[in-house]
């Protein structure tokens, strides 16, 4: 399977907190920087965080618009991208996916994160 999978996604209150796990098997994600993607409704497709592969220091950068509230990180051994989500706010309502940055054509269904009270 080449298309990553995403999970982790649900309904949580403004100020809620979750994990997206992202398992990305196979040689097209091994040792690349990955990224989480989200698309909201009637938004295009945006890059929210990123992280480098070790061998290229391994060094994380986010959005603006998330910055502070989420923490990228990857598990080598499970073939994992992680997206730790705090302080979630309505305008974080968006289908979440994870890809290589910049992307490949193989994109995941994604997870959809929907804040609201």
């Known amino acids: 399977q080449v298309q990553p999978v995403e999970s982790g996604g649900g309904l949580v209150q403004p100020g809620g907190s979750l994990r997206l796990s992202c398992a990305a098997s196979?040689?097209?994600?091994?040792?690349?920087?990955m990224g989480w993607y989200r698309q909201g409704p009637r938004k295009a497709r945006e890059l929210i965080a990123a992280?480098?592969?070790?061998?290229?220091?391994?060094?994380?950068n986010y959005a603006d618009s998330v910055k502070g509230r989420f923490t990228i990180s990857r598990d080598y051994a499970k073939n994992t991208v992680y997206l730790e989500m705090n302080s979630l706010k309505p305008e974080d309502t968006a289908v979440y996916y994870c890809?290589?940055?910049?992307?490949?054509?193989?994109w995941g269904q994604g997870t959809q994160v929907t804040v609201s009270s």
């Open positions: 890809n290589t940055v910049p992307s490949t054509p193989y």
């Open positions: 196979g040689t097209i994600f091994s040792g690349r920087t």
């Open positions: 992280i480098a592969a070790v061998a290229s220091g391994g060094s994380t």
